[in-house]
């Protein structure tokens, strides 16, 4: 019997990557449900996964197995999912916000970051409010998101730019018009782009309104970060 454990411990050891990487395969072998950094290791996967009552009774049956691990199983797992839930949040709101639900998306960034307070929501995903939350037609109501673009990458003029796009149709010309002509100015990759904005500057120095609805139109299908 001695030598038949070694034999199925040295397996379960083998297994030890795919039992961690997929928790309900782990917990079908009961034979190797007796090492508590496997449900350590399978209680994060299904945590990371957003399945916290999984998480929770991995993590407890570890805590079982080793009397040293010092945790509570779910504070653990709510220590991992929640900032799962929160990112899945995040990219709730970028498909919103493309989609001209701009409140909806404002209030999913909200939720997102009431839920996790340590959240950090990356350039893109401000970016992607600013520029579609604009286009949409609430260009006020996103202009948070454009300067909290600007605060992370303050030298991506594409970042500039959505802020140029959002200051115009929110009434800021002057600032507007700073931000167009940095893209102007270190953007030279695509002429037609810089056509464009150079179309906008004249435009709105002339105290015209260049975004049609047409205009609007092609810009949906324009976004850079």
Known sequence: MEELDKLLSRGCEWLKYYLASH?????QLRVCQNQSSLLMEAGRKLATGGDPEGAIAFFGAARELDANLDLDAETEAQRIVVPYLARNLVEKGNMLVKK??????IATLAKAQKLDPMLEISAYSWN??????SLHGYAADVMYACENTV??????VGIRDSRGLARALSGDIEGAIADFQAFLDFWADNNEKRLQRQRWIEALRA?????TPEEIETLLNQFYV
């Open 151 to 156: 605060a992370l990458d303050p030298e991506n």
């Open 207 to 211: 105290g015209d309104r260049p975004f």
């Open 23 to 27: 928790p309900k395969a782990l917990k």
């Open 100 to 105: 001209g639900e701009v409140k909806e998306a």
């Open 128 to 133: 992607n409010l600013c520029w579609f939350g």
